[in-house]
């Protein structure tokens, strides 16, 4: 069963940068896909950026292209989102998700969930 728990979330100023985790393990991850979403109070869930565990291609969304980036550490099992110069519309409870193979943009096609980490930017 895959697990996945994420960390790193908290209070931020506008401009300033955090970095995410996501610790997963159940699972050898070599034919996944690691996402991460998020969700703010009263929208829907959705894509930031997403890597294949192997080869580790991505993709993001356009509005955080050159201001996150997603990675991974193989032998810690961990993924990661670097992001920089936050903006309060950013806002949001983060997730992390797992599916097997290809990238896609949409919630409900990943199968595995973290539990979120709350990232709220101040103005």
């Known amino acids: 069963q895959v697990q996945l728990v994420e960390s790193g979330g908290g209070l931020v100023p506008t401009g300033d940068s955090l970095r995410l985790s996501c610790a997963a393990s159940?699972?050898?991850?070599?034919?996944?896909?690691m996402g991460w979403f998020r969700q703010a109070p009263g929208k829907e869930r959705e894509f930031v950026a997403a890597i294949r565990w192997s080869g580790g291609s991505t993709d993001y969304v356009d509005s955080v292209k050159g201001r996150f980036t997603i990675y991974r550490d193989k032998a810690l099992n961990t993924v990661y989102l670097q992001m920089n110069s936050l903006k309060p519309e950013e806002t949001a409870v983060y997730y992390c998700a797992a599916r097997k193979f290809d990238i896609y943009r949409n919630p409900q096609m990943y199968d595995y969930w973290g539990q979120g980490t709350k990232v709220t930017v101040s103005s």
């Open positions: 159940g699972q050898t991850f070599s034919n996944y896909v």
